[in-house]
């Protein structure tokens, strides 16, 4: 199988239009060569190295940066005929040095295609996969469809995997190095490898060879390092000096399955919506791994005057808790990459249009929801304990009006200081930050914790947002800061003794 000739082709079924969109076709060079890739974030594809080496017969090594060919990309574009989808120069290969991988920037995000998932699951012996590719079939050199056919997963082995048609038809053929392999799991995609060589069996001008197996360049293995890299352009995509607010949770994974880092909502002032899913991946500059928008410019998300993070049911995963211009004050349990649902009233009335900052989190004993507090216009605060989607309950007054109170810009729940229950961190308008250790319904407990001193740089802060954004359910918290020159930051690991360094991520 080493020696095969590289290939991607596929002898197999024309896919129904729109069907695997995330597949792109290659022209590199102006028609000197041609390729497969798949589409893994709006902004990177995923292809094999061997596409743009210099001898691709041969595979070879390609050096980091732009491609020495010109190349393009038509994504979402079943028959190539048609003119559905989009064109995108590719800019930047990244290549992986272990095998014929290498991941490509677009000049530009994709807009209205889905991009396959990331198959972090190890593949199996037996295992059926599908296998996309533009290249010759049996009957075509040079064809305009999208062809697909199944495979089975046959010998594993360090960066590659064998596969042997599920039926006496499927092949990869010679013409498009790169295509997909991946998984369909109940509507979703997974890749898990790229093709990179072929006995090309069965296919157009090579009728004498009856073998048909092929290789792929496995990802599988290596999903950490693909989310790692298409995550690099995720946040500098977004201005963030016109961010309005935003949350963190475990929305669209639970905290306890030990993998993914929490994931960020961002409101924006034109009323867009943002979903920052939090990472699987171990790269500490990288907390995200996909970006999702939730709304469009000019939504009702406009009328948000103050959102937070918290659970408020048993389910498992976070919800979104909004106070709204109107003294509406609701909270969303479920989250997830197509937006917000099962909207929930907590409270409505005018008095509510006074609640100007808002937390959530676990101040008391209760293991299950999250408590609520609150920093009223007057300065008073209030915590609602045992708090569910029946509504705000048991108001406890934490400390009556207070002119310096009104000073907070920011209030933030997180484990910070070894406690069992949350503490509260705030920034005040003088850039002074902080910390409240053990607060619960009786008030706040122990002595305050300077984290910043007046006028720190923090004044410049523009959101600022409590998560386990370094590592999966990680304690003492991280603390994530979107500053008002758009720059973006979080220091790991927030804890009495105050911050422990700052990670960069956008600026």
């Not at 396959?116 to 296998?131: D, H, N, S, T, Y």
């Not at 997974?190 to 073998?211: H, P």
């Not at 007054?397 to 503490?423: M, P």
């Amino acid at each position: 199988m080493l020696t095969a000739a590289p290939a991607n082709a596929v002898v197999g079924d024309v896919a129904k239009s729109g069907t695997y969109a995330f597949t792109a076709k290659l022209d590199i060079g102006g028609g000197k060569r041609s390729c497969t890739a798949a589409l893994v974030e709006k902004q990177w594809l995923v292809t094999a190295t061997s596409c743009f080496a210099d001898d691709s017969a041969q595979g070879g090594k390609v050096a980091p940066g732009a491609p020495k060919l010109k190349t393009t990309a038509t994504i979402g574009r079943t028959d190539l005929s048609d003119g559905a989808g989009q064109v995108q120069d590719v800019v930047e290969l990244v290549p992986r040095e272990d095998r014929d991988l290498v991941m490509a920037r677009l000049a530009k995000p994709v807009t209205g295609v889905t991009p396959a998932e990331i198959g972090f699951k190890p593949l199996a012996q037996g295992e059926e996969l599908r296998v996309v590719g533009y290249g010759r079939t049996k009957d075509e050199w040079v064809p305009d469809k999208l062809h697909s056919a199944k495979f089975t997963v046959g010998a594993l082995r360090d960066g590659a995997v064998e596969l042997a048609g599920a039926s006496a038809e499927a092949a990869v053929c010679k013409g498009d190095t790169g295509g997909p392999a991946f998984r369909e799991v109940g509507g979703r995609y997974e890749l898990v490898g790229v093709n990179s060589a072929s006995w090309q069996g069965g296919c157009f001008g090579n009728e004498d060879e009856t073998r048909k197996g092929a290789v792929e360049a496995r990802v599988d293995d290596i999903a950490g390092w693909v989310q790692s890299v298409s995550s690099r352009t995720l946040l500098p995509r977004s201005n963030w000096k016109y961010a309005a607010h935003t949350a963190s949770g475990y929305f669209t994974g639970d905290s306890h399955n030990g993998k993914r880092r929490m994931d960020l909502f961002v409101v924006w002032q034109d009323g867009e919506a943002t979903l920052f899913q939090g990472a699987d991946h171990d790269d500490a500059k990288q907390p995200f791994s996909a970006e999702y928008k939730i709304a469009d410019k000019g939504s009702y998300w406009r009328d948000a005057r103050a959102v937070t993070g918290g659970r408020f049911t048993e389910s498992g995963s976070d919800g979104i808790t909004v106070r709204w211009a109107s003294g509406k004050l609701s909270t969303y349990t479920h989250v997830d990459e197509k937006g917000v649902h099962d909207e929930k009233t907590l409270a409505r009335s005018d008095s509510w249009k006074n609640a100007r900052l808002i937390t959530a989190g676990r101040f008391t004993a209760n293991a299950l929801r999250d408590d609520l507090l609150v920093l009223w216009e007057d300065g008073s605060t209030s915590m609602y304990s045992d708090t569910d989607v029946n509504g705000v309950k048991k108001e406890s007054q934490l400390t009556k009006a207070d002119n310096g109170w009104k000073n907070a810009v920011s209030i933030a729940a997180g484990e910070f200081t070894g406690n069992k229950t949350a503490d509260l961190l705030i920034r005040w308008n003088d850039g002074q930050a902080q910390l409240f250790p053990g607060v619960d319904t009786d008030g706040y407990h122990g002595s305050r914790i300077t984290v910043r001193p007046v006028g720190s740089a923090w004044k410049n802060t523009r959101t600022l947002t409590v998560g386990s954004f370094t590592a999966p359910g990680k304690a003492p918290n991280d603390l994530l800061i979107g500053w008002n020159d758009g720059n973006v930051s979080y220091y790991p690991g927030i804890d009495a003794g105050g911050t422990h360094g700052e990670v960069q991520l956008v600026g």
